[in-house]
């Protein structure tokens, strides 16, 4: 089998998402810089006036970066597989993770739909193990349905074949 990869509309969600963060973090930065700038008279303030605002400009730069270059980057090294016996997939922007999941460990399955993945019909599938929730973000929501379904009828089955063991 090969990896597949995520929708296509899965950059434009992680921007949408995070330029939405980036515009709620700017406004609250830029209005407490300005507050500590222009409307507080105190010592303490004046001399700190120069570092705070480089600072406040490092961290505007970097969620205009998360916001406009990750997105693209991160799409590209999302891959996923499902097979037989496991869920396979490999993430990351720094450092590539690659995590499998063999089909035995999966306990259940959620199909997430977030607000904005809602406006591009995606969907995340969260895969529940007894060492916590795996995430497949962004899949268009059919392919999540499907695929939510094919992992069912696996646990189903699992569970079958452990109850006729026990009997």
Known sequence: MEYKKLSKKAKKSW????LVATIIVG????????????????????????????????I???????????????????EYMISEDKVDFK?????????????I????IVINEGFINRIFSLASIDIHTAGG???????ELK???????YL????????ENENDTCN
Do not use: C
């Open 133 to 139: 929730v795996h995430t497949i973000p962004n899949l």
């Open 105 to 108: 460990r999966i306990q259940h």
């Open 27 to 58: 406004i609250l930065l830029v209005g407490g810089v300005w507050i500590v700038n222009y409307k507080l008279e105190w010592e303490f303030t004046l001399m700190f006036k120069t570092p705070i605002n480089v600072i406040i400009i490092i």
């Open 143 to 149: 392919d999540a349905k499907e695929i939510s379904e």
């Open 15 to 18: 921007f949408l998402s995070r």
């Open 152 to 159: 069912r009828a696996k646990i189903s089955a699992k569970v």
């Open 91 to 103: 993430e990351g922007i720094f450092s590539v993770k690659r995590t499998i999941i063999p089909m």
């Open 60 to 78: 505007l730069l970097l969620l205009l970066l998360n916001t406009f270059v990750y997105p693209i980057i991160e799409y590209k090294q999302w």
